[in-house]
C-alpha cells in the first residue's frame, strides 16, 4: 500500500469537515484532526473512493470503521486536552487511534482481534503516529497501565465494565456506545473513588463489544 495523500484528498477532507460543523462538531482540535489525517489509506481498496463520505465501512475481521461524524462526536466528548493519557478500547482500523494522537493525546489502544491489531499497529507506525498498542480483552482494559484521564469504548458493550471504571482517573471521562441491540452514546464522569456521574448523547450503531480475545 503506498501512502499517497493528493490535493483531491486533501479537498475531499476539507469538504467532509464542513459536513461535520453542519452536523454538530464544534471542537476545533477534532475538526483539525479530521482535516489532516488521511482516511483513505485505512480502508480496504475497494472503499477508497468512498472515503471522504461520511459513512462507516467494513473493514477485516467482520469489523467497521465508524463514520466520521461518530469518531469526531466520541472525540469531541472526551474533551481531549494535550498529553493527557487516554484508553481506546477497540483499535480497529486504527482511524479513531490516529485522530486522538494528532489532538495530543498519549494514547494506550488495546484490540482482541490479533488480525486488526496487527494490521493497524503496522499502517500507523508508517504514518508516524506514536501510540502504545497492544493485543488483549477490551474488558479487562490496562490496569498496568492506570489511572487514564480520559477512555473511550468503540465498540457496543451491554454494560459499563467495572474494571474500565477503575482504570479511570477521578475527574475523567470515558465515552462509549452503551446498550445491547440499540445503543446510545453515554459519558461516565468520575467524581469520586466510588462515585460517577453519566450523560446519555444520543441513539447510536456499534459493532458488538466481545469478551476475550480472538486469533
Known amino acids: 500500500m503506498n501512502n499517497i495523500d493528493s490535493f ?3 479537498g475531499l ?10 452536523k454538530g462538531i464544534t471542537d476545533v482540535n477534532v475538526l483539525e484532526a479530521i482535516g489532516v489525517i488521511p482516511r483513505h489509506l485505512f480502508l480496504e481498496s475497494s472503499f477508497v473512493k468512498f472515503a471522504y463520505q461520511d459513512k462507516a465501512f467494513p473493514i477485516a475481521a467482520g469489523q467497521t470503521i465508524s463514520q ?7 472525540s469531541q466528548l472526551l474533551e481531549v486536552k494535550k498529553g493527557e ?4 478500547v477497540g483499535t480497529g482500523s486504527g482511524y479513531q487511534a490516529t485522530v486522538l ?17 496487527l494490521r493497524s499497529t503496522q499502517l500507523l507506525r508508517r504514518l508516524g503516529f506514536i501510540g502504545r498498542f497492544f493485543w488483549g480483552d477490551g474488558y479487562q482494559g490496562l490496569p498496568a497501565h492506570a489511572p487514564f484521564d480520559k477512555i473511550i469504548i468503540t465498540a ?5 465494565p467495572k474494571e474500565l471504571l477503575l482504570q479511570l482517573r477521578i475527574g475523567g471521562y470515558l465515552v462509549m456506545p452503551l ?3 440499540k445503543q446510545v452514546m453515554t459519558r461516565i464522569k468520575r467524581v469520586g473513588q466510588d462515585d460517577f ?8 450503531a456499534f459493532v458488538p463489544m466481545l469478551n476475550g480475545v480472538a486469533k
Not at 469537515?17 to 453542519?22: A, D, P, S
Not at 466520521?68 to 466520541?74: C, K, L, M, N
Not at 456521574?197 to 447510536?204: F, K
Request: with cysteine; charged share 30%; net charge positive.
Open 101 to 117: 494522537i494528532q489532538m495530543g493525546a498519549r494514547l494506550y489502544s488495546i484490540e482482541r482481534q490479533k488480525e486488526l491489531y
Open 197 to 204: 456521574e453519566q450523560q446519555q448523547y444520543g441513539a447510536c
Open 85 to 88: 493519557r487516554i484508553l481506546e
Open 68 to 74: 466520521p461524524y461518530t469518531v469526531a462526536f466520541q
Open 13 to 22: 477532507r476539507a469538504k467532509l469537515v464542513r459536513e461535520l460543523q453542519t
Open 156 to 160: 457496543g458493550a451491554p454494560y459499563i
Open 8 to 10: 483531491r484528498h486533501k
Open 179 to 181: 446498550g445491547e441491540e
